[in-house]
């Protein structure tokens, strides 16, 4: 069974400061790997979708990276800001499509 | 486009009550997903959907049943609600089996059952 793994639970960085989110995931034979954020009470978005063929993708600040032989995603967040603060979850998805969560990243950046 | 629209965005149920959370999407999307996500368990797959008339289990099915009779509309059933089923719904849905594209959610549902 896909289990996937996000460290740390929680963190707190001043603004300005690059930081990397972690992803682990058991079993390597996934579809494709998504990054979204969620602000408290909202929904999910979707930050940065990564193919199993890919080894990272770029949105503006945010790099992600995919090693999928060794079960592990990197989400970087480069000149962090207030604005970032939110959690952010990382899912795999198998190959029946379905998708599998972490639990998350819960991100503080103090101004 | 809309995307994903959830109807209602919050809800308080009787223990014993039915009701139906609404999901729709506008995208011609085939695939489609209810999730549950609690404080500590993370998201949850409840029931999922590869298309019209195609519905199958998730991780936690047992107190809920789905329908897909339209591409667009996959709605949530509850039978009779229970106090562990108070919980914030999401629905998704991405493209189907050709595409390489990832999911899209809705703004959820926040149910709570007393």
């Known amino acids: 069974k896909q289990e996937v793994t996000q460290i740390p639970a929680a963190l707190s960085v001043p603004e300005g400061e690059n930081l990397v989110l972690n992803c682990s995931f058991t079993?390597?034979?996934?579809?494709?790997l998504q990054w979204f954020r969620q602000d408290p009470g909202k929904g999910l978005t979707s930050l940065l979708l990564?193919?199993?063929?890919?080894r990272e993708q770029t949105s503006g600040r945010l790099n992600a990276s995919l090693d999928k032989s060794s079960g592990r995603s990197t989400l970087y967040i480069a000149a962090s800001q207030p604005g970032d603060s939110a959690t952010y979850l990382c899912?795999?998805?198998?190959?029946?499509?379905?998708?599998?969560f972490g639990s998350g990243t819960r991100l503080l950046v103090r101004p | 486009n809309a995307g994903v629209t959830q109807t209602p965005k919050f809800q308080v149920l009787k223990t014993g009550q039915s009701m139906t959370l609404q999901c729709a999407q506008d995208?011609?999307?085939?695939?489609m997903s209810w999730y549950r996500q609690d404080p500590g368990m993370g998201l949850r797959l409840i029931h999922y959907?590869?298309?019209?008339?195609?519905?199958d289990q998730g991780e936690v099915p047992n107190g809920y049943n789905v329908s897909r009779s339209t591409t667009e509309d996959f709605p949530l059933r509850l039978l009779s609600a229970a106090p562990s089923q108070t919980s914030v719904y999401f629905c998704?849905?991405?493209?189907?089996?050709?595409?390489?594209?990832?999911?899209?959610f809705g703004s959820g549902t926040r149910l709570t059952v007393v």
């Open positions: 899912a795999v998805m198998d190959s029946s499509y379905k998708l599998i």
């Open positions: 998704a849905s991405r493209p189907g089996r050709t595409s390489h594209g990832g999911y899209t």
């Open positions: 079993d390597s034979a996934i579809y494709n």
């Open positions: 990564i193919q199993s063929s890919q």
């Open positions: 995208m011609n999307h085939e695939y």
């Open positions: 959907s590869v298309g019209a008339g195609i519905t």
